[in-house]
């Protein structure tokens, strides 16, 4: 079984400072916050970018200052989102790419988001891996739905991403596949042979799910993209406490923890 890799999400594009008051925004908290998690055990950050009023924001600009910051501070694997927010374009979504970045999301269908749509069609889906191929960089199939691993398999077909791939099996939005065990269990058993895979399980599901992931030997995402708290009505104080709670649940079970450098070999970046 490979070590555990760990990503922490540090922001997301819907959650804000009345959900969560420690919540990182500017560049400087975000690169501050992907320090403290690298120093906590995570390998990998999952990066959504905010502008000076605290929006979502796909800019270039600010991806890039964050990125900055964040490479002079550790080697932490920087993943920015091209996810971005339900309601910006493809054109919007993909800016981060034009930084050659390691890794970065590449949702693999559309689906229900509470009460919004987050749209990929597969004209969607088929840019945004074609110009992630162009520029070297490795693709995280975000999977919200169960039929999004057959889309994944069709890009692998179209000569669109290259083999092995690794997924984010994103579990228990409101609106798409729930976050049970079984559907866990289903997602792991029809990704292609060879794939990597973690699971983030939104809300009350992180915990159970980020267990599951380690026993299984998958891999896990946490933080407060996916959720604010760290027991029940109880704001978890920082990204890195619930990077923490991963660690010291992973070495209970027996399961090493992945530095940068050993999840760059285990993903083949």
Avoid at 18 to 46: K, M, R
Avoid at 148 to 172: C, R, S, W, Y
Wanted: a negative charge; one cysteine or more; glycine letters at 8%.
């Amino acid at each position: 079984m490979d070590k555990l890799i760990i990503t922490a999400a540090l922001t997301g594009a819907e959650v804000t400072r009345e959900n969560q008051p420690n919540l990182p925004l500017t560049p400087d908290e975000i690169a501050e916050a992907a320090y403290q998690c690298y120093l906590a055990g995570a390998s990998i950050v999952h990066v959504h970018a905010r502008d000076a009023e605290g929006n979502p924001t796909q800019s270039y600009d600010v991806y890039k200052e964050i990125k900055e910051k964040i490479e002079a501070k550790c080697n932490i694997i920087f993943q920015p989102s091209t996810g971005g927010a339900v309601w910006h374009g493809p054109e919007e979504r993909l800016q981060p790419v034009d930084l050659k970045p390691e890794m970065a999301t590449l949702s693999a269908g559309t689906c229900n988001f509470g009460p919004d749509v987050f749209m990929n069609t597969e004209e969607y889906i088929e840019k945004f891996a074609t110009k992630m191929k162009e520029m070297g960089v490795k693709p995280e199939i975000e999977v919200f739905e169960r039929g999004m691993i057959e889309n994944a398999k069709k890009l692998v077909k179209q000569g669109l991403v290259e083999t092995p791939l690794h997924f984010d099996f994103v579990l228990g939005v409101p609106g798409a596949c729930p976050a049970t065990p079984e559907d866990l269990l289903y997602m792991v058993r029809n990704i292609p042979e060879g794939s990597t895979w973690t699971v983030a399980g939104i809300g009350r599901h992180e915990l159970p799910l980020a267990t599951m992931g380690i026993i299984l030997g998958g891999h896990v995402r946490v933080g407060f993209e996916d959720n604010v708290y760290y027991g029940k009505g109880q704001l978890a104080q920082s990204n890195a406490e619930l990077v923490e709670r991963v660690v010291r649940i992973a070495k209970e079970l027996g399961r090493e923890v992945a530095t940068p450098d050993e999840a760059r070999r285990i993903l083949n970046i």
